[in-house]
């Protein structure tokens, strides 16, 4: 594996950890309701309106409009900030996502209070889309754990290299998702909805593998090893 793939995928996986922290800190305070991914959220907006619930009906509208406008956000600043490495966009979202998260009480509607959860999250997984050759969401598991004994089956069956190293992209993806699981499932045991201001560390540690792993930053990190060298 040359050095340009490790580097993907430790900004990928770092990012993992983060969909990790994001879905289960949304499943344990907002009343069991995924805020990362809109599959949930599209059936109960159709049974809303089959049951003539307005009120609901219109708050599941609002959460899909704030996936949408943040699919159409990422994949449009992608395609103009050519220059830009489009995944820094995604991380300072994520940290308004936190920052705004943790002001919301408890007693909102819990879809509604997870708005900016669902902009950024459906951000996030543009910017956060593929590594190391392979497609991948960092917000959601059930592609990763289906391409992962994918990769594993065709491994054992025919011992192919590309196999196994798919096996361990995705089942790293996966790893790093459900670590993310274990350290929010701690924070929350101790702070409650504001637990949510410990994703910031991880977004930090995101930011330091993607600054890593941006091609756009070569010239200055030569600048900064060369100051370094230098100061020794």
Same mark, same amino acid.
Request: charged fraction near 15%; include cysteine.
């Given at each position: 594996?040359?050095?340009?793939?490790?580097?993907? @995928?430790?900004? !990928? !996986?770092?990012?993992?950890?983060?969909?990790?922290?994001?879905?289960?800190?949304?499943?344990?305070?907002?009343?069991?309701?995924?805020?990362?991914?809109? @599959?949930?959220?599209?059936?109960? *907006?159709?049974?809303?309106?089959?049951?003539?619930?307005?009120?609901?009906?219109?708050?599941?509208?609002?959460? @899909?409009?704030?996936?949408?406008?943040?699919?159409?956000?990422?994949?449009?600043?992608?395609?103009?900030?050519?220059?830009?490495?489009?995944?820094?966009?995604?991380?300072?979202?994520?940290?308004?996502?936190? *920052?705004?998260?943790?002001? $919301?009480? %408890?007693? $909102?509607?819990?879809?509604?209070?997870?708005?900016?959860?669902?902009?950024?999250?459906?951000?996030?997984?543009?910017?956060?889309?593929?590594?190391?050759?392979?497609?991948?969401?960092?917000?959601?598991?059930?592609?990763?754990?289906?391409?992962?004994?994918?990769?594993?089956?065709?491994?054992?069956?025919?011992? %192919?290299?590309?196999? *196994?190293?798919?096996?361990?992209?995705?089942?790293?993806?996966?790893?790093?998702?459900?670590?993310?699981?274990?350290?929010?499932?701690?924070?929350?045991?101790?702070?409650?909805?504001?637990?949510?201001?410990?994703?910031?560390?991880? *977004?930090?540690? @995101?930011?330091?593998?993607?600054?890593?792993?941006?091609?756009?930053?070569?010239?200055?990190?030569?600048?900064?090893?060369?100051?370094?060298? $230098?100061?020794?």
């Amino acid at each position: 594996m040359d050095s340009k793939i490790k580097r993907e @995928t430790m900004a !990928h !996986h770092s990012m993992a950890v983060v969909g990790g922290f994001f879905g289960v800190y949304a499943l344990l305070t907002r009343n069991a309701t995924f805020g990362s991914s809109e @599959t949930s959220n599209l059936i109960y *907006l159709v049974v809303a309106g089959l049951s003539g619930s307005a009120e609901a009906l219109l708050i599941r509208i609002g959460a @899909t409009l704030c996936y949408i406008i943040g699919i159409v956000f990422a994949t449009v600043g992608i395609r103009f900030l050519k220059k830009f490495d489009f995944r820094y966009i995604a991380i300072f979202v994520d940290v308004i996502a936190c *920052l705004s998260l943790a002001q $919301i009480p %408890e007693s $909102i509607d819990p879809v509604l209070a997870l708005y900016p959860m669902f902009f950024a999250t459906s951000v996030q997984w543009q910017a956060y889309t593929e590594a190391a050759g392979f497609n991948s969401a960092t917000i959601f598991s059930t592609n990763n754990l289906r391409q992962c004994f994918v990769g594993l089956t065709d491994y054992l069956c025919r011992h %192919e290299g590309k196999s *196994l190293h798919k096996f361990k992209f995705y089942g790293g993806t996966l790893l790093s998702f459900h670590v993310g699981v274990v350290y929010a499932w701690c924070c929350l045991q101790l702070w409650g909805i504001r637990s949510i201001y410990a994703c910031l560390p991880l *977004l930090a540690v @995101t930011m330091a593998t993607t600054f890593l792993d941006d091609d756009h930053a070569i010239p200055f990190k030569s600048h900064v090893a060369r100051a370094l060298h $230098i100061s020794r």
